[in-house]
């Protein structure tokens, strides 16, 4: 099948029904009604590709901000990339990203985030794994943390501005946070028609030093509490975190929560019970190089220049030769120098969230360069193992 594909940012309502029906056959439904999902996401965000002369596919797009080296930076997620299975195969895939992109490059969005089924499709324009998603697991009878240094307070009325100063201050010291979409939000707090949701402040009401929401199933292996979110802003409010999870083993099985793929919460516990449930890693897209290079933080007592040769086969603007000049935790970008590093668009992205170092990269053929350069894209590029509490 060949097509001539149209794109569009404006969708009716005949081609949003049509697409309900293809992200249900996509989705299995997992999105809790596509209908309700559309309207929390809003219709304006959604994106429709055309061929033979109906809608064959979509997508969503988000919004909102990544804090990379406690910068926000503005990013655009995207969610719900659904083909209908009879145009699969076609290149309405590759097309509806294809022009995604290139609309976000035309708006000035620096970087781009998604979750892939597969990252086959991904990759061909520009996608590479960013960082990770990971769901921890443990017994309560094995957390076996007693003391309680803070009280907790139940939040009555669970509405996200209550959580919202305190996730921003943990979200701008954690490599690869979001600064959430309001849809996000929405999906954290408000139950469905099966679950309870839970919220607690730790610490007092109007001095909180981190918050805690979750939820309780019962399953045939046993209850299970889901931390749905949570901040922890200081050492007592880690203990009180652990201690208050603990006191549920009477009634509570097994506790699973968000957290790094290195997570320094279970150096509280006093053995290595802890363990990952379930991890993926989530892909990542500088949409335009220069924006994306001078928006984010960098090691504030770093001084450096790095001269990059960047390839990209989708945004013509993004290729060439680039110097990148950082100091006081800040980088400036001029074109040019002596492209002394080299890779494509897509490899930049695991450079750019620290997921890899420069040497893994190179290891594995990813990027080529001089020592010296690859010297000062390690220091330029250090930072913490980068992950999100968020699934979109």
Not at 12 to 27: A, M, R, V
Not at 67 to 82: D, K, Q, Y
């Amino acid at each position: 099948m060949t097509a001539q594909f149209e794109y569009s940012t404006l969708a009716n309502p005949q081609d949003i029904k049509q697409l309900e029906t293809i992200l249900e056959q996509c989705f299995i439904s997992g999105l809790g009604g596509e209908e309700a999902y559309i309207n929390l996401i809003g219709v304006e965000n959604f994106r429709i590709i055309r061929g033979w002369e109906q809608v064959v596919g979509g997508l969503a797009t988000l919004d909102m901000g990544q804090w990379w080296g406690g910068v926000r930076v503005p990013m655009t997620g995207i969610a719900v990339v659904g083909i209908a299975p009879e145009y699969r195969g076609s290149g309405a895939a590759i097309a509806l990203m294809q022009h995604m992109l290139k609309e976000l490059y035309a708006r000035g969005v620096a970087i781009s985030a998604l979750y892939p089924a597969v990252q086959t499709l991904y990759r061909k324009v520009g996608y590479e794994q960013g960082g990770s998603w990971c769901i921890w697991e443990i017994s309560t009878r094995n957390i076996q943390v007693r003391e309680q240094p803070l009280p907790l307070e139940p939040v009555v009325s669970i509405h996200h501005e209550v959580f919202h100063e305190l996730y921003q201050q943990q979200a701008r010291l954690t490599h690869g946070y979001l600064d959430r979409h309001p849809a996000i939000w929405q999906r954290i707090i408000q139950p469905d028609e099966k679950e309870t949701v839970y919220a607690y402040f730790i610490g007092t009401k109007e001095q909180p030093q981190g918050y805690i929401i979750f939820t309780q199933e019962r399953t045939e292996d046993g209850e299970i509490l889901w931390v749905k979110d949570w901040v922890l802003r200081t050492v007592d409010a880690a203990q009180t975190f652990w201690s208050f999870l603990a006191n549920h083993r009477s009634q509570i099985h097994q506790v699973r929560w968000k957290s790094s793929a290195i997570d320094s919460l279970t150096l509280l516990l006093p053995e290595q019970t802890a363990k990952i449930w379930r991890e993926s890693r989530w892909l990542f897209r500088v949409i335009d190089v220069v924006k994306a290079l001078e928006a984010r933080g960098y090691p504030s007592e770093i001084q450096a220049e790095l001269h990059l040769e960047i390839q990209d086969n989708l945004l013509p603007a993004n290729n060439g030769k680039f110097i990148l000049s950082v100091a006081n935790g800040r980088g400036e970008v001029t074109k040019g120098g002596k492209g002394e590093l080299q890779l494509n668009i897509r490899e930049l992205a695991p450079l750019y969230t620290s997921l890899f170092t420069p040497y893994h990269l190179q290891q594995v053929g990813k990027l080529d360069g001089t020592e010296k350069a690859i010297l000062a894209a390690t220091q330029i590029f250090a930072g913490a193992s980068p992950w999100m509490a968020d699934f979109f």
